[in-house]
Structure formats: structure tokens, C-alpha cells
């Protein structure tokens, strides 16, 4: 299951008042989603370790049918509901909403998160006296995010593109001066094989911050760094972040049809895991005024 990841704009201090916000999820009442339909915020309602996850099961109209006796087809009676998990982590300001794909013609993901924002935006006016403003993450164009883990972990994986597109590498990257020349010439002016991708490994005991070609490559200008794994020595494990998923929030082994008890602890497990990529991917992506 993943999570398409937004930024919750302003300054508000969230501290002591969390539960305030589940409470006044809990009780809210169906809305009227038009068509004679309905949608709900779902009681079970979780909050724990500064994450609070929810649903929001929308009313659609079945495409489906049912065979009767006389073998005769009928649309099946009723309107079921689609369920779409939600999270806010207070700590890194993040806001996650299931990366949802409907098939009923009444729901879409756009007015799934129009519908959760409006709720959001006034249970947060009524708690903290503030507006709920949701911002998409956007991926970003340049390396410098990747830079910055670069700088400061172990880095044990790195996949590296464009580079037959690069430009001219001028910052020396070896402590030889008479290495830094040779290797820039030819890597800016001799190297004709064409190469276009880098993916480079280490051994488990070893790392890639001292490569020659890997600084080489991330120094380039034009080169796009798609993916880098590092050793988190504060979590003990490695992690790997990827470009095209910068947006997004993996959660591991749930299935779409999980029960909601089950799912919401491995959101809340899952967040707190790995809260310094949410809290690095909002930093990108923030504005002067809200940093």
C-alpha cells in the first residue's frame, strides 16, 4: 500500500491538542455526496506516536450484477462503500493520503482528497483556530537532497543517469592533485564509450563515498541521481530512497482490503520508522516562509 505525501502548510503548534482532532473525527455524521449517496469519516480513528490515521468510506454506484433464480441479471441492491486510508504525522507535518485507483464512475482521487481537506480543514479550525492546507510533495529537479545524504552517511548504492548528457567536471575530487587532472581529462574530454547509466554497489563492509567515478558522476553537471542507499546509523539499517518516489509513502504488507486495525498500526509503525525522509522530503520542498 502507498501514499501519495503532502506538506501541511503553516506554523500552527500541535502539541497536547492531537487527540482533540481524533475525538472530533470520531464523531462527526455522514455527509450528503450528492445522488442520494454518502460519505463518512470511519469511527475507528487511531492516534499514537504523534500519528493519527483514519478512512473515509465513500457511497458509489455498483457496476456489478446478480444472477436471479430465473437466471435473469440485475443490478446488485444497495450502494457499498470504497474505503481510503488517511494519516497525519504531527512531528514532520506530513499528510498521507492512499494512492487510490477507482473503478466506480462516482469516485476519483481528486474528490477524495477535496472531500478529506474540507473535513480536515474544519476540524482544524474548530481544534487550533487554524486552516488544514495540504501541499503535494514535488519531486525535485536537482541532486541536492541526494548530495546531502551523501555528505553525511554511509553510502553503499547509487544509480546515476544522464551521463552521457553531463557537463564538464571541474570540482577536484581526489586528494592527489596530479590524479584530479589526469581523471578530469578523462572523464571530460577521453571518455567516448557513450555511457549513459551508473549503478554501482559496495560490499556489505564497504561504502562509495570515496569512489572516484561515483564523485565523478554526482559532480557532473546534468546528471541525474535516480536512487542512493545509505547505512542510517541512528535507525541501524539501510535505507534506500528513490527520486521517482519522493511523493510517495511505501507502507510494506498491507493489501488493499487489510483490516483497518491492522493497517493503521503498520502506518503509524512505518512513520515512525522512517520519519526523517518525511521530514527531509517537506524541508525540499518548503518555501523561505515555512522553513
Given at each position: 500500500?502507498?501514499?501519495?505525501?503532502?506538506?501541511?502548510?503553516?506554523?500552527?503548534?500541535?502539541?497536547?491538542?492531537?487527540?482533540?482532532?481524533?475525538?472530533?473525527?470520531k464523531?462527526?455524521?455522514f455527509?450528503?455526496?450528492?445522488?442520494?449517496?454518502k460519505?463518512?469519516?470511519?469511527?475507528?480513528?487511531?492516534?499514537?506516536?504523534?500519528v493519527?490515521?483514519?478512512?473515509?468510506?465513500?457511497?458509489?454506484?455498483?457496476?456489478?450484477?446478480?444472477?436471479?433464480?430465473?437466471?435473469?441479471?440485475?443490478?446488485?441492491?444497495?450502494?457499498?462503500?470504497?474505503?481510503?486510508?488517511?494519516?497525519?504525522?504531527?512531528?514532520?507535518?506530513s499528510?498521507?493520503?492512499?494512492?487510490?485507483?477507482?473503478?466506480?464512475?462516482?469516485?476519483?482521487?481528486?474528490?477524495?482528497?477535496?472531500?478529506?481537506?474540507?473535513?480536515?480543514?474544519?476540524?482544524?479550525?474548530?481544534?487550533?483556530?487554524?486552516?488544514?492546507?495540504?501541499?503535494?510533495?514535488?519531486l525535485?529537479?536537482g541532486?541536492?537532497?541526494?548530495?546531502?545524504?551523501?555528505?553525511?552517511?554511509?553510502?553503499?548504492?547509487?544509480?546515476?543517469?544522464?551521463?552521457?548528457?553531463?557537463?564538464?567536471?571541474?570540482?577536484?575530487?581526489?586528494?592527489?592533485?596530479?590524479?584530479?587532472?589526469?581523471?578530469?581529462?578523462?572523464?571530460?574530454?577521453?571518455?567516448?564509450?557513450?555511457?549513459?547509466?551508473?549503478?554501482?554497489?559496495?560490499?556489505?563492509?564497504?561504502?562509495?563515498?570515496?569512489?572516484?567515478?561515483?564523485?565523478?558522476?554526482?559532480?557532473?553537471?546534468?546528471?541525474?541521481?535516480?536512487?542512493?542507499?545509505?547505512?542510517?546509523?541512528?535507525?541501524?539499517?539501510?535505507?534506500?530512497?528513490?527520486?521517482?518516489?519522493?511523493?510517495?509513502?511505501?507502507?510494506?504488507?498491507?493489501?488493499?482490503?487489510?483490516?483497518?486495525?491492522?493497517?493503521?498500526?503498520?502506518?503509524?509503525?512505518?512513520?515512525?520508522?522512517?520519519?526523517?525522509?518525511?521530514?527531509?522530503?517537506?524541508?525540499?520542498?518548503?518555501?523561505?516562509?515555512?522553513?
Amino acid at each position: 500500500m502507498d501514499f501519495k505525501i503532502y506538506r501541511i502548510f503553516g506554523d500552527t503548534n500541535y502539541e497536547g491538542k492531537e487527540e482533540e482532532i481524533q475525538n472530533h473525527l470520531k464523531n462527526l455524521d455522514f455527509f450528503n455526496a450528492g445522488q442520494g449517496l454518502k460519505f463518512v469519516i470511519n469511527s475507528d480513528v487511531e492516534y499514537e506516536r504523534g500519528v493519527l490515521v483514519g478512512s473515509i468510506s465513500e457511497e458509489f454506484i455498483p457496476n456489478s450484477y446478480e444472477v436471479n433464480e430465473d437466471k435473469s441479471l440485475e443490478r446488485l441492491q444497495g450502494e457499498p462503500y470504497e474505503r481510503t486510508i488517511f494519516a497525519i504525522d504531527f512531528n514532520s507535518r506530513s499528510f498521507l493520503l492512499q494512492n487510490r485507483r477507482y473503478s466506480p464512475k462516482n469516485l476519483e482521487p481528486g474528490r477524495t482528497l477535496n472531500r478529506l481537506t474540507e473535513i480536515l480543514n474544519r476540524a482544524f479550525n474548530e481544534v487550533y483556530k487554524a486552516p488544514f492546507v495540504a501541499l503535494p510533495s514535488l519531486l525535485p529537479e536537482g541532486n541536492e537532497m541526494f548530495l546531502r545524504w551523501f555528505k553525511v552517511n554511509k553510502v553503499t548504492a547509487i544509480d546515476v543517469s544522464n551521463i552521457n548528457k553531463r557537463g564538464s567536471l571541474s570540482e577536484d575530487i581526489y586528494g592527489k592533485e596530479s590524479f584530479n587532472d589526469s581523471f578530469k581529462k578523462f572523464w571530460n574530454e577521453e571518455d567516448n564509450s557513450k555511457l549513459d547509466f551508473l549503478r554501482i554497489r559496495s560490499k556489505a563492509d564497504g561504502e562509495l563515498n570515496g569512489n572516484p567515478i561515483v564523485l565523478a558522476a554526482i559532480h557532473s553537471p546534468d546528471v541525474v541521481i535516480d536512487s542512493i542507499r545509505y547505512y542510517d546509523s541512528e535507525e541501524d539499517k539501510q535505507i534506500t530512497v528513490q527520486r521517482n518516489q519522493l511523493d510517495k509513502f511505501v507502507v510494506k504488507d498491507v493489501a488493499r482490503d487489510e483490516d483497518s486495525i491492522t493497517a493503521f498500526q503498520q502506518v503509524i509503525n512505518q512513520v515512525n520508522e522512517n520519519r526523517r525522509i518525511l521530514r527531509n522530503i517537506r524541508t525540499e520542498n518548503a518555501t523561505e516562509e515555512d522553513i
